[in-house]
């Protein structure tokens, strides 16, 4: 895990955080990227929301002299890798990743090392040393689109996520090596607790991410990435959804289709495991202290982030 060094006084909180942030972002000429699984506060003070795919590309093209990343810590290292001279904030550096800790550098180098003739294409939800290992990185949006542009010939390895992995090989026929890594989040969703849902509301279209697992999936009418689901949801003439990802999502599918019905699908137990605790982590308290304090601030090593860039760029190259 990470370490955070966010410290403040007990009361010295601003009592209106909406505008001590605002004010902030104009003292430090600052840009805050989210993800759609934040809590919906800091979706509303966002600059910019979107996917990973989404959040690269904007991280990409700002001109802000600071990033404030709400999001989790591979997030905000694509972001620090894009932009080596700009000061790159998390809230939280313990708002990792699930999916990224299951693909440890040192065990993926003896993985690759035992493949030497696969192209390595990497799920962005990893840690930069992995990118760094990387031919090429994708994202739920592009993956498709990036493995139609590799010839047929050529071996992959598809690193790290098990599930978007075999559902890419459903999609394009391509016949690659998984690397065995899960999302604790989207790993969780109950199959029979999505066919009682069904039940219940017979009209609702089941639409899901592809980090979910197969038995989910194929009770789903679309699967996509976050953006795509958010898309999805406001062109369909259907009025009532059960939504297979992280429910952080919601809050911007609710506000752009406000009279369309949105129900999280449930966990396989009664806890709230469809809620990333890692995105969690960040809260409107901790993103005004970061911007208050210029800390904790994402850093790596030159040599770390211009290997790992390499691929970033391959990536929103193959994207366009």
């Known amino acids: 895990m990470f370490t955070t060094t966010l410290a403040q006084k007990p009361g010295t909180l601003p009592l209106d955080l909406f505008t001590a942030i605002e004010d902030l972002k104009q003292e430090l000429n600052a840009v805050i990227l989210a993800h759609y699984y934040q809590d919906p506060d800091i979706q509303d003070i ?9 959040l690269a590309k904007a991280a990409a093209q700002t001109n802000a002299h600071v990033i404030v990343f709400a999001g989790v810590h591979f997030m905000a290292e694509t972001a620090k890798i894009l932009n080596p001279d700009k000061l790159v904030l998390l809230p939280d550096l313990n708002a990792g990743c699930s999916l990224a800790d299951s693909c440890p550098p040192d065990e993926f180098a003896a993985f690759k090392a035992a493949h030497p003739d696969h192209l390595v294409i990497s799920y962005i939800n990893c840690s930069a040393e992995v990118k760094a290992m990387s031919d090429i990185i994708c994202t739920s949006s592009n993956a498709v689109k990036i493995l139609q542009q590799i010839p047929k010939e050529q071996p992959i390895i598809f690193a790290p996520d098990k599930n978007l992995g075999r559902y890419l090989i459903q999609q394009t026929g391509r016949d690659m090596l998984l690397w065995q890594g899960s999302c604790i989040v989207h790993e969780t969703f109950s199959e029979k607790k999505i066919v009682q849902l069904k039940t219940i509301h017979p009209e609702a279209e089941v639409i899901a991410h592809p980090e979910c697992e197969t ?106």
């Open 46 to 54: 966002a600059d910019f929301i979107g996917d990973s795919l989404q």
């Open 215 to 320: 038995s989910v999936l194929r009770h789903a009418s679309y699967i996509g990435s976050t953006a795509a689901l958010l898309n999805y949801c406001q062109k369909v003439p259907a009025q009532e959804f059960i939504v297979a990802t992280e429910p952080g999502i919601i809050h911007q599918m609710q506000k752009l289709a406000p009279h369309k019905h949105f129900i999280p699908a449930p966990p396989d137990n009664n806890c709230n495991c469809n809620e990333c605790p890692f995105m969690r982590l960040n809260t409107l308290e901790k993103l005004y202290l970061t911007m208050k304090n210029r800390t904790p601030e994402i850093t790596m090593s030159e040599d770390i982030r211009v290997a790992a860039l390499r691929p970033i760029q391959r990536m929103l190259e193959m994207s366009v």
